[in-house]
């Protein structure tokens, strides 16, 4: 027997971990992030019960919603809010800093996944997912610190029908210890603490979250040309996922002031 064949494409692990608990979801996502040279790590996941999670640089005043809501943690990665219900699904992915897939710039590596991302969502029957570019969403509200009220023209935005052209899927990145963590949530549905934004239910496609976490399978292979291997957390990413995990929704890490530098 020969070796693998010079043009097999690389091996990505897939994990799906649905229906997890904030803290854990969290703890998870930084317990990968610190597995330095492990295989590049695409993660496909749901929160149960309902979250709310803050931007890593938020202010937990600045976002009303969190005032009232009964599982609120904090993620490593940056942006605003974000309401993690049964219509939405969470994606990560984790990955040595200096790996050809994320190398460039950083806006290049947010291109490369939203290519990934809109293909999925075009698959399941949204159409014309795009970035916004120069045109206005209808989702962008001030005072709510909820990232799908605050778009970027590189956000992921497709038309509503009767609204107009909305946000649907949020993105952040984390780069430390030569690794990089790259945080996604997509709409499938509509949620009460984001109104007006895009989501897959009223485009009229698919909201089931199998049919998603498919398409995007086929997507991120398509676009980084690698094969995805059906995979379980290793043990110590387990262990570390618990450890980790109790930071994130602990009240002096949730209430932290990051203007103040306060905090991991």
């Known amino acids: 027997m020969t070796g693998a064949a010079a ?6 692990r897939l994990l799906e971990t649905p229906d997890v608990p904030a803290a854990f979801a969290m703890g998870l996502d930084e317990a990968i ?3 330095v040279g492990a295989a590049p790590t695409l993660r496909l996941y749901s929160w149960a ?7 890593y640089f938020q202010a937990f005043e600045d976002v009303p919603a969190a005032a009232d809501h009964p599982s609120v943690v904090r993620r490593l990665t940056g942006g605003g809010a974000i309401q993690h219900h049964a219509g939405e699904l969470t ?44 045109r206005t969403c209808v989702s962008d509200l001030e005072g709510t610190g909820m990232c799908f009220h605050d778009s970027t023209p590189m956000d992921l935005c497709w038309e509503m029908p009767g609204a107009g052209l909305a946000k649907g899927v949020g993105t952040a990145q984390r780069r430390t210890g030569g690794r ?30 199998a049919a998603m976490s498919r398409a995007l399978v086929a997507a991120f292979e398509d676009e980084f040309a690698v094969r995805l ?5 290793a043990p110590e990413e387990l262990r570390a996922a618990e450890e980790l ?12 002031d990051p203007r103040r530098g306060r905090g991991r």
């Open 7 to 12: 043009d097999d494409p690389e091996e990505w």
């Open 33 to 35: 992030l610190r597995s």
């Open 49 to 55: 019960p309902e979250a709310l999670s803050l931007g």
């Open 91 to 134: 994606f990560s992915v984790a990955l040595d800093a200096a790996h050809p897939a994320y190398g460039g710039s950083v806006p290049d590596s947010y291109a490369r996944t939203h290519r990934a991302v809109a293909r999925a969502l075009e698959a399941v029957g949204v159409p014309s997912v795009a970035p916004r570019d120069d």
């Open 180 to 209: 990089i963590l790259h945080h996604g949530s997509i709409k499938l549905d509509a949620a009460g603490l984001e109104p007006a934004i895009a989501h897959a239910a009223g485009a009229g496609a698919s909201t089931d979250h």
């Open 229 to 233: 291997v059906p995979s379980e957390p």
């Open 245 to 256: 995990g109790a930071r994130y929704g602990a009240p002096e890490f949730v209430h932290r």
